[in-house]
């Protein structure tokens, strides 16, 4: 595998597999022997899911990693440890809890840019300071915004900064309704200036309940919607069988070239505070997890337990250890 650097250009290449990312864009482009194959794995996480931490001010009923107000946090030299270990990876995912709220959030993300990693991340919004804003807008490729009733004047302190900003929305048996309104009201979201909404599908995990979670008939019109309107959208791949059964019960056409099945232990992992490496941040036990302090992030990737789960995915792409319900 080699490593190269040119500008604002970042590729990965081997002998069965290309990948090329660009750091001011953020745009990326990967594939096999050929511009025809798509590899199923890559020698190195194009991504890392990272959480800083597990502590949130907001105690949200559904928050898939139970998130509290005096949760764990990682500290600045487990950050340092994990982001120097990264070689191929060129974005890092920030998360927590409530990553913000972490006294060395900014230094965090000065260390991954200076490190030749862009940093993007998701919050609340509750805690976007001058500070935080400062920092995103020197260090970070693009920031998410959680949907809530506080949203618009969060989404608007970035847009203002000219941050790349997406809303993250979680789609719920009773949050479908709302979503449709979000992304049917295009002059509202060109207004409020974000790049795009990316949908989340709810997860039963931690304090997510499995009566909450919908079905492919509950997001049937949203998956339309979202496919057939003029609003910038895109969905998280857990969406991914429940966009295929739109397409098999509706007349949506679909553009697979553009979407994908499970990308987890594949092409992206998740860190958490305490160092512990899953294939996804909705797994849970031991199973699938390492921890770094024992194992190099290179060994965990290519071991046993990463293997067994992308032999998961060979058997079935539509599964998912944290959703468990048909579709």
């Known amino acids: 595998m080699k ?3 040119s500008g604002n250009m970042r590729a990965v290449l081997s002998s069965d597999y290309k990948f090329f990312f660009s750091a001011e864009s953020g745009i990326s482009a990967r594939w096999g022997v050929t511009i025809h194959d798509d590899p199923f794995m890559s020698p190195t996480p194009e991504l890392i899911d990272i959480a800083i931490s597990n502590r949130c001010n907001q105690n949200c009923y559904f928050c898939y990693r139970n998130s509290t107000p005096t949760g764990p946090l990682m500290s600045m030299n487990d950050f340092k440890f994990l982001i120097d270990q990264l070689n191929g990876t060129f974005q890092v995912a920030i998360g927590g809890g409530e990553p913000t709220q972490h006294p060395d959030f900014i230094s965090m993300l000065e260390y991954a ?55 993250h929305f979680v789609v719920m048996q009773h949050t479908i309704n709302e979503a449709l309104r979000l992304i049917t009201d295009v002059e509202n979201l060109n207004n409020l200036g974000v790049n795009a909404v990316v949908f989340l599908l709810h997860k039963a995990v931690g304090r997510g309940k499995l009566a909450d979670t919908p079905t492919g008939a509950d997001t049937q019109r949203l998956i339309r919607q979202a496919l057939t309107g003029e609003a910038p959208v895109g969905f998280d791949t857990c969406f991914t069988p429940l966009i295929s059964h739109a397409e098999q019960v509706s007349e949506v056409s679909v553009p697979w070239t553009l979407l994908d099945f499970c990308e987890a232990s594949r092409f992206s992992m998740f860190v958490d505070q305490n160092l512990v490496a899953q294939p996804c941040s909705f797994c ?12 190099s992030l290179r060994d965990i990737w290519f071991g046993h337990k990463f293997d067994d789960f992308r032999a998961l995915l060979k058997e079935d792409k539509c599964a998912c250890p944290a959703i468990v319900r048909d579709v």
């Open 113 to 167: 840019s200076d490190s030749g990693i862009v940093p993007n991340y998701t919050t609340n919004g509750t805690n976007l300071t001058d500070e935080v804003l400062n920092a995103s807008k020197r260090h970070c490729g693009a920031v998410a915004v959680s949907w809530n009733k506080d949203s618009h004047e969060s989404i608007r302190k970035l847009v203002n900064e000219g941050i790349k900003t997406n809303i």
């Open 3 to 5: 490593v190269l650097v």
């Open 284 to 295: 849970t036990g031991q199973r699938f997890s390492s921890n770094l302090r024992k194992q």
